[in-house]
């Protein structure tokens, strides 16, 4: 949440103007951070999801203790490319570390830390039909890798809508590029910046994915 200009991976993208935004979507809510941020700064209608159970109570008070009376939707599901359930696999040392569909050998590895629990299962499309999301919206987006099944069913919104996207792509190398070529395939007007490199993992991959709408002259 740094400017920009000291931190080129920044939500706050200069070209995606955060203020004029009518609604901004948090998937991968956590506790709110960006929540509150979109709160503080935007007059938007703010839908904050979370799949977590654990997570809720703390995401709930945030968004009451924040909105001054605005209306706020939190969404207590994950992410993917069709509606449904899945299991999801809870690191209870690395919260964060949390993912859908785990492999039996990933639980098996990491048991004494590992939980898993039954989530409900939405999508973007599902979600902008569901709450009459139109233009003029943002999605900050970032799911321990789900972001490409989640862009999958996002086509329609991207496609008639057009919301500003800032996406975390460093879970898997292959990401940016995947999610890029999902976001073009929709809306081929999108501009798309990689911005930060993430070098915790080897090889470095971009940090993050910025997309927005270029109005294309005909």
């Not at 709160?39 to 924040?66: C, F, G, H, R």
């Not at 996406?167 to 910046?193: F, G, M, Q, T």
Request: proline share 5%; net charge negative.
């Amino acid at each position: 949440f740094d400017n920009f200009n000291v931190n080129p991976s920044s939500y706050d993208h200069p070209s995606m103007s955060l203020k004029s935004r009518k609604w901004i979507m948090d998937a991968g809510a956590a506790e709110g951070y960006f929540s509150v941020f979109s709160l503080l700064n935007t007059q938007a209608l703010v839908i904050a999801v979370e799949p977590l159970s654990l997570m809720k109570p703390a995401l709930s008070k945030t968004l009451d203790l924040y909105a001054n009376g605005r209306k706020t939707i939190l969404v207590s599901a994950a992410l993917a490319d069709k509606p449904g359930w899945s299991e999801i696999q809870i690191d209870c040392d690395h919260i964060c570390d949390s993912t859908l569909s785990p492999t039996r050998s990933a639980i098996e590895s990491s048991a004494e830390n590992i939980i898993t629990e039954r989530v409900a299962i939405t999508t973007i499309d599902e979600l902008a039909q569901k709450n009459s999301l139109g233009y003029d919206g943002m999605i900050k987006m970032d799911i321990e890798g789900y972001e490409m099944a989640a862009l999958s069913a996002a086509v329609n919104v991207m496609k008639e809508y057009k919301p500003s996207l800032a996406i975390a792509v460093y879970h898997e190398l292959e990401n940016a590029k995947a999610c890029a070529d999902i976001i073009r395939k929709a809306n081929p007007s999108y501009k798309i910046e990689f911005r930060g490199c993430y070098g915790y993992f080897d090889p470095p991959r971009p940090y993050m994915l910025f997309a927005y709408w270029v109005r294309v002259n005909i």
